[in-house]
């Protein structure tokens, strides 16, 4: 399994963007997919997950209201929609991929892309 996030950048506060993990390698429509996140000093943290068929979502409380998970089963896309945006956002962000359910544990997830770069700027 290959994933490929893009579509982070630079935003001011109150801003949108839209990130999209791109999936390969395997067959897109099995796997649940979620996004973390990592700012600079702190440890990795889970932002949304998104089940295989697209009917389940979970989101840290966090974000809950201003983000929103969803997928193209037919693209083999994963996209995170984040609206009023705030400074405490600025992260790398990841998305991942595993079998069995959504979780909001990143331990479980098996398998990682590289990460894209979203800034807030107050």
């Known amino acids: 399994v290959q994933l490929q996030a893009y579509g982070g950048g630079l935003v001011q506060a109150g801003g949108s963007l839209r990130l999209s993990c791109a999936f390969s390698g395997r067959a897109f429509s099995n796997y649940d997919m979620g996004w973390s996140r990592q700012a600079p000093g702190k440890e990795r943290e889970f932002v949304a997950a998104?089940?295989?068929?697209?009917?389940?979502?979970y989101y840290a409380d966090s974000v809950k209201g201003r983000f929103t998970i969803s997928r193209d089963n037919a693209k083999n896309t994963v996209y995170l929609q984040m609206n009023s945006l705030k400074p405490e956002d600025t992260a790398v962000y990841y998305c991942?991929?595993?079998?069995?359910?959504?979780?909001?544990?990143?331990?479980?997830?098996?398998?990682w892309g590289q990460g894209t770069l979203v800034t807030v700027s107050s």
């Open positions: 998104i089940s295989w068929s697209g009917d389940r979502t």
């Open positions: 991942a991929a595993r079998i069995g359910g959504i979780v909001v544990l990143t331990s479980f997830y098996n398998y």
